[in-house]
């Protein structure tokens, strides 16, 4: 469907409709698909498949101006403080994911130019989406498979990711529970799903967001809502949905500490720079 030059694993996957979620069949192509129930098409531009609307919001200029500047630079976008919180995440997410068969099937949610990807999972195949076809054009620079897409409403046909994970995106997503269902939705049975996020409860990051309030960023959208979060927030969340708690994990910048539990409670939280919450889908 995809073409020769795509790796088999992510060849095989199987999408839908991000509107209505009408399959798209094996014997039609994705380049310039078109939907025959809600009449939505994915449009190829600049060779990265496109599965938003032809507008662009202030999010998806936000993150095409971040792209097409200095080195396509999200980690800026994503306001980690220093290259050494970066690595700690990068290193939370290796130890929280754990080992993957070789024939799992991966979603980078949030994929943003492929810096994640590469230093977390790379080589291994994994498709990934964000809502900027700049940040998409970075990351298949770098070998990996993206697509442009609204993260609430994926191209992908049900149950079919052993792991979906997404770093530091959950900030700027205003519905947590419509995310966490959607990542349900595509996932399959016995697979995971691994977020992260700023701890609401910092008390480091709490004092940084303070002064930035003194000196504010003026390149942010006008409608810009930095949403922090507790671990007990993400759980609650997944209500509902079936999907299991398996493990939370807190890190704890400037150090590089990670520590976990099967509980979402923890004392002293406000230590911990960042939160990790996996879940297990559940059989039917």
């Not at 996932?187 to 990051?205: A, D, E, F, K, Y």
Request: glycine residues 8%; contains cysteine; aromatic residues 12%.
């Amino acid at each position: 469907m995809l073409g020769p030059d795509i790796p088999t694993k992510v060849r095989g996957l199987r999408y839908a409709c991000p509107t209505c979620r009408k399959p798209v069949s094996g014997e039609e192509t994705l380049d310039g698909w078109h939907c025959t129930t809600c009449g939505f098409q994915v449009s190829r531009r600049r060779g990265i498949f496109c599965f938003t609307r032809t507008d662009v919001n202030e999010w998806q200029q936000f993150f095409e101006d971040k792209a097409a500047g200095p080195g396509g630079n999200t980690v800026a976008g994503c306001e980690y403080h220093t290259s050494a919180q970066y690595r700690y995440i990068v290193d939370a997410f290796r130890r929280m994911c754990g080992d993957l068969r070789d024939d799992a099937i991966v979603l980078d949610a949030g994929c943003g130019n492929g810096l994640f990807w590469r230093e977390f999972l790379a080589p291994r195949p994994v498709v990934g989406i964000d809502y900027s076809r700049r940040m998409c054009a970075l990351a298949e620079a770098k070998g990996m498979t993206a697509h442009q897409a609204n993260i609430l409403e994926l191209p992908f046909a049900d149950g079919q990711f052993d792991l979906i994970y997404s770093a530091e995106i959950l900030q700027y997503i205003t519905d947590l529970p419509a995310l966490l269902a959607e990542f349900a939705r595509v996932c399959r049975s016995g697979g995971r799903i691994v977020v992260s996020t700023v701890n609401r409860n910092s008390l480091l990051l709490r004092c940084l967001r303070g002064l930035r309030a003194f000196f504010p960023r003026k390149d942010m959208p006008l409608s810009f809502r930095y949403i922090t979060r507790t671990a007990d927030e993400i759980v609650e969340s997944a209500f509902g949905l079936p999907l299991s708690l398996h493990t939370v994990g807190w890190s704890h910048f400037p150090f590089s500490w990670l520590r976990r539990s099967k509980s979402q409670k923890r004392a002293m939280d406000w230590l911990a720079s960042n939160v990790f919450v996996e879940f297990a889908k559940l059989a039917p």
